[in-house]
């Protein structure tokens, strides 16, 4: 009998050795349509996954819902079950020069969460996978489509320190965004740097590639149809870029 996930409920049969870390459900029945022979599995807690095939590669994506504790638990669980290599795609907040509607790349990220130092001390690194951000730079090349790469910033708290829902909550996080243009942070979303931290703590490649969607500086939002028409080609972009390269560890 294969080993079982805990939480994911998965098991070392049902997973690839590459995974997509998605975090809205929804978006795991329309990037299922981007696989062939793509095989929904049991859905536990809201965490639903699904694998199949690209280029003859059996690939798993699994959705983690929102937030940096969450997300390496599903991250550490595929890892228990085989799986080497993690591609996180979504949404993400960004700054100049990233614009809406851009796809964003980390190079690599701000630990502002705490999951994090769970794993490591805080002056620890949070790096890309240098091979797997190659593979993701060479596929978005051949887009026609915007995108950047850069250091993104990872925060717990998305009213707090992210996205002002009043003037004066707005006013409140305005130090904060002074930080992050002093850092040169391109982008700032709630997993990024917690997953590049544990999966290179223990062994695996980890990168994460998201689509522009809210302003950091006057917080317009790309609406959700523009997001829709979007969607798809970062699906592709992200499986095409898995499927290009070696299993880990070659």
């Not at 979303?189 to 695996?204: H, K, P, Q, W, Y």
Request: hydrophobic share 40%.
């Amino acid at each position: 009998m294969s080993k079982a996930a805990w939480y994911i409920g998965c098991s070392q049969d049902d997973v690839g050795d590459s995974a997509i870390l998605i975090g809205d459900p929804a978006r795991i029945g329309r990037i299922a349509n981007h696989l062939n022979n793509a095989k929904l599995l049991e859905e536990k807690r809201g965490l639903r996954t699904v694998t199949g095939e690209r280029k003859g590669r059996r690939i798993t994506a699994t959705a983690f819902g929102m937030g940096a504790p969450i997300a390496t638990i599903v991250l550490h669980e595929l890892f228990d079950l085989g799986v080497r290599t993690f591609l996180r795609i979504g949404t993400a907040q960004t700054f100049a020069p990233a614009k809406l509607a851009d796809f964003v790349l980390a190079e690599g990220a701000l630990r502002a969460e705490g999951t994090s130092a769970t794993y490591v001390p805080v002056n620890y690194p949070a790096v890309a996978d240098f091979e797997l951000g190659a593979a993701v730079r060479a596929r978005l090349a051949q887009s026609k489509h915007r995108w950047h790469s850069g250091i993104f910033g990872t925060y717990d708290g998305f009213y707090s320190q992210m996205f002002g829902l009043s003037e004066g909550e707005r006013k409140m996080i305005d130090p904060l965004r002074h930080d992050i243009k002093r850092y040169k942070i391109l982008a700032t979303d709630m997993e990024t740097s917690a997953l590049l931290t544990v999966g290179r703590i223990l062994g695996a490649r980890a990168c994460t590639l998201c689509m522009g969607t809210v302003d950091g500086w006057t917080q317009e939002y790309l609406p959700q149809t523009e997001q829709s028409k979007l969607e798809p080609e970062m699906f592709e972009i992200a499986l095409d870029s898995l499927a290009s390269l070696p299993p880990a560890g070659r």
